[in-house]
Structures are given as structure tokens and as C-alpha cells.
């Protein structure tokens, strides 16, 4: 074997370990945003349910007050 084949060997293994373990780290970052992005979602599916409930109440509130005319209770 020549010198520069074994360069080029060495090389390419390097390159593909290095490929190897970028490829694992992403893998890995995508399930710790896809566990990070759940929790969120179950915290503010609570928030806004309570935000949407609020909502509708001061709606039918509202409704109430825009039925009556002006001036007279």
C-alpha cells in the first residue's frame, strides 16, 4: 500500500465517524425537542382551554348588555 492510499484511507474513515456521530446527535436532539415540545403543549392546552372558557363567558356577557337599548335598564 502507498502512502497516499493510505492518507485517503484514513481520511475517509475519519470523515465517516464524524458523519456517524453528527447524524446520532441530531437523531438524539430531535427526540429531546419532540419530549420538550409535548410538555409545552400539555401546559398551555390547560391555559388556553381556561383562556377559551374566559372568552366565551365574557362573550355571552357582552351579548346580554348589547340587547338592551340605550337608556333604559
Request: charged fraction near 25%; proline fraction near 3%; avoid cysteine.
Amino acid at each position: 500500500m502507498s502512502a497516499p492510499f493510505i492518507v485517503w484511507l484514513s481520511v475517509g474513515l475519519v470523515t465517516t465517524l464524524a458523519m456517524i456521530a453528527v447524524a446520532i446527535g441530531l437523531v438524539r436532539h430531535v427526540f429531546v425537542f419532540g419530549r420538550t415540545l409535548r410538555r409545552f403543549q400539555e401546559e398551555v392546552t390547560s391555559v388556553a382551554e381556561e383562556i377559551t372558557r374566559e372568552s366565551e363567558r365574557a362573550s355571552r356577557r357582552a351579548g346580554g348588555f348589547s340587547e338592551r337599548p340605550f337608556g333604559r335598564r
